[in-house]
């Protein structure tokens, strides 16, 4: 892959992960609630996910579950109805105070392996990569390799602009000096994973 063509593709990258989405409101929710070094499991997890994603594309699933109409619907009513929940759960989510870490450390797994299910359910990353990598692709060169780098570049700017979703988010936290504004920022972003879950229901395939 040639300088020129990689940076075209980092352009690219850039421009899909500033693109707000069910991942981008699971980051900053937990931003928010949490500060920026206690959402990096969350946002490790949106890259595993990402990861698998790429993977499967990478070694032609990707495709065959694109060309299936019922692989996708299933795979996209179990990210609607994954949204909606965790759309529920912030909703009714306590307020917490600047202090509380001690739940933010003993909930990180919990959040890495929700957070990594957020883009697992989402059918959009498999049909939008199935369509993005052919175009970056030099026939002349080894795929694997091209693959290789285009995925982690993706991975890459991802945490870079998840961080910088989270580093936003958590300085809202200095406005949100009394449970009722807490409460209403939970349901603030209650209501964004329900509407990213109208979003994916909304998706057809082009």
């Not at 490790?44 to 060309?67: H, K, P, T």
């Not at 200095?174 to 994916?200: C, D, H, I, Y």
Request: net charge positive; aromatic share 10%; glycine share 8%.
């Amino acid at each position: 892959m040639t300088t020129s063509v990689w940076l075209a593709f980092l352009v690219a990258a850039v421009l899909i992960s500033i693109s707000p989405g069910a991942g981008a409101v699971n980051t900053m929710s937990s931003g928010l609630r949490y500060g920026v070094r206690n959402s990096l499991p969350a946002i490790l997890g949106l890259q595993l996910g990402y990861g698998a994603q790429i993977l499967l594309v990478g070694l032609g699933l990707g495709a065959i579950m694109a060309s299936s109409a019922w692989a996708l619907v299933v795979i996209k009513w179990l990210g609607v109805a994954y949204l909606v929940w965790l759309g529920w759960k912030k909703w009714h989510e306590k307020p917490v105070t600047s202090g509380d870490t001690e739940n933010a450390s003993e909930a990180a797994s919990r959040r890495f392996w929700q957070s990594a299910l957020v883009n697992l359910t989402n059918p959009k990353a498999t049909v939008f990569l199935v369509a993005l990598f052919p175009q970056f692709l030099h026939a002349g060169e080894a795929h694997g390799e091209q693959l290789a780098i285009m995925g982690l570049t993706l991975i890459v700017v991802d945490c870079v602009v998840m961080l910088g979703y989270a580093l936003l988010a958590s300085q809202l936290f200095r406005w949100m000096t009394t449970p009722e504004k807490q409460q209403l920022m939970n349901r603030v972003f209650g209501s964004l994973f329900v509407a990213a879950a109208v979003a994916l229901a909304s998706f057809r395939r082009a």
